[in-house]
């Protein structure tokens, strides 16, 4: 009994001392920035930055996170919605719009199920996954259903995931037959996937917007990685990745 | 050497008590009502109930087999089935789908029979089973090994043919350790995530079960994520206490004293 009290006194001690090393050494050396971010930021943001510390996800759940006071530096949302709420709620700094993408649809490679077009989606016994409502990309892909008269597919799917990331591995596992996915999210993986374009007139305004957390203990540091992301090697990336110029 | 003990009870205790500090009884009862917390509640119950019949069903005799019968690879048989235990279930998740996904090792065989587990009630039911079995089959082997075997020769040599000393001789004698095993089953069962979220994803009154929506909820309202934690913390709490009155009722033959008896 003693001994088992000790080993777990132990093992608390030893957490304990192993945060507190991990805050000296972190306040010591020049800042590496815990940046909340988009899910289908995944690939592009450590192109930008190599030495940010990432936690991708949906920006909704990212939202929530800063919102309970979790550490995060800056966060980068798939919307301008989030981050203006918590400007709004004194959390993060004005929100900046660094970047834009656009929807598709992505079906199996070579599209064995004969779809065809996003019309084909109709086709009844066709599993479809989407992401949930409240995520950046479900919210979009409520909008272009409902905008080409399909919103009745949005009870029709089978899964609703929680960031882009999942609904994309649901189709090129073959879970799904189809997905709504940033078109950014399937160019690296167009060898797995077909690709459903989507028309303009269907198209949301996919904007992209980033932040400094108030709470943050570096700041400036912050703002200034926000501020680089309009910078011209940052856009040249963006842009290589498939991300799209800012409308004006 | 107290206030190891307080401090290791203070950091095991305080994230339970923090969940219901954060916001009223009466306001996390009102969320319970909820149709994104009643699906997930049935949902749960509802998948639990068929995977741990199963569990129960396919894993009694199993560990009684591997606790009364000596063939060869029968220790690596019994460490092999406890593997799941140690797993991440992460790990698992991908297993299962690498295993039963469309393109998986089974996936072309399933696809010819026209059936596909991933995304649907099934694979909750799949991956609950998977992750919580070897609570009960350890436990179940350790009960059985406890039996007697003086009783079941007893038994035999009194008329008794197998099946009949099966029933009214080794499963009462045993009957303590399977209910623990069996709580110890249900409740891992009722908290699995990671396997889950991969393999059956989430979908409201489908593949959401309870933990599934706290995730969820997580996103969308916090008061909603308290309410559902609050609730499985209930549940938990009287899992473990129906599994000490279990452990600790009739103290005349104990069959298993520690959950956690090594099944040797």
Redesign the interface.
């Known amino acids: 009994m ?1 001994l088992r ?2 080993a ?2 132990g ?2 001690g030893l957490a304990a001392v192993s945060v507190a090393l991990a805050g000296t050494s972190q306040a010591r050396k020049a800042p590496h920035l815990t940046v909340f971010a988009a899910a289908s930021l995944t690939n592009v943001l450590p192109q930008i930055d190599p030495h940010g510390r990432y936690s991708f996800g ?1 920006s ?2 990212l ?2 996170q800063i ?2 006071g979790l550490p995060a530096d800056v966060f980068a949302s798939a919307n301008t919605s989030l981050p203006w709420q918590l400007h709004r709620k004194g959390l993060v700094t004005r929100p900046v719009v660094f970047t834009s993408n656009r929807l598709v649809a992505v079906i199996a490679h070579g599209d064995p199920k004969h779809i065809g077009s996003v019309q084909g989606l109709e086709k009844p016994g066709l ?1 479809i ?1 989407m992401a ?1 409502a ?2 950046p990309v479900g919210d979009y892909t409520r909008k272009v259903l409902a905008r080409l008269g399909m919103s009745d597919l949005v009870g029709k ?6 960031d882009v990331r ?1 609904v994309l591995a ?1 189709v090129t ?4 037959d189809a997905g709504f996915v940033y078109a950014t999210d399937a160019k690296p993986v167009a060898g797995k996937v077909s690709l459903l374009g989507i028309q303009k007139s269907a198209q949301p305004q996919v904007l992209y917007a980033a932040a400094a957390v108030k709470a943050s203990t570096h700041l400036q540091a912050a703002k200034a990685w926000v501020n680089k992301l309009l910078s011209k090697p940052a856009q040249t990336k963006l842009r290589a990745a498939g991300f799209l110029r800012i409308p004006h | 050497m107290f206030a190891a003990a307080a401090i290791a009870l203070g950091f095991l205790l305080l994230p339970i008590v923090a969940i219901f500090a954060r916001v009223s009884p009466g306001k996390l009862v009102a969320q319970l009502s909820q149709p994104v917390v009643t699906d997930a509640l049935v949902l749960s119950l509802k998948t639990s109930a068929i995977a741990q019949a199963l569990v129960v069903l396919v894993g009694t005799p199993a560990a009684y087999v591997l606790a009364t019968r000596r063939f060869p690879g029968r220790s690596l048989a019994v460490v092999l089935v406890e593997l799941p235990l140690v797993l991440p279930p992460a790990v698992a998740g991908i297993g299962l789908i690498a295993a039963f996904g469309r393109l998986g090792l089974l996936g072309g065989t399933l696809d010819a029979l026209g059936v596909q587990v991933g995304l649907t009630q099934a694979a909750v039911v799949i991956a609950v089973a998977y992750v919580s079995s070897p609570f009960y089959v350890r436990q179940a082997v350790a009960a059985f090994e406890a039996v007697d075997p003086n009783l079941v020769a007893a038994s035999r040599t009194l008329g008794a043919g197998r099946a009949r000393t099966f029933f009214r001789v080794v499963l009462p004698l045993a009957r303590r350790g399977l209910a623990a095993g069996e709580a110890l089953s249900f409740a891992r069962g009722l908290g699995e995530f990671g396997a889950t979220i991969m393999f059956a994803s989430s979908l409201q009154g489908v593949t959401q079960t309870l933990p599934l929506a706290i995730y969820h909820e997580f996103a969308l309202d916090f008061t909603t994520a308290l309410a559902m934690s609050a609730l499985l913390v209930v549940v938990s709490g009287a899992l473990l206490v129906a599994l000490r009155i279990t452990l600790q009722w009739q103290p005349s033959k104990p069959t298993s004293r520690f959950l956690f008896a090594p099944s040797r």
């Open positions: 003693k009290v000790l777990a006194a093992a608390v949906g909704n759940m939202a929530a919102e309970q599993r996954v949930a409240g995520v799917a089978v899964s609703q995931e929680t999942e649901k596992l073959g879970e799904a």
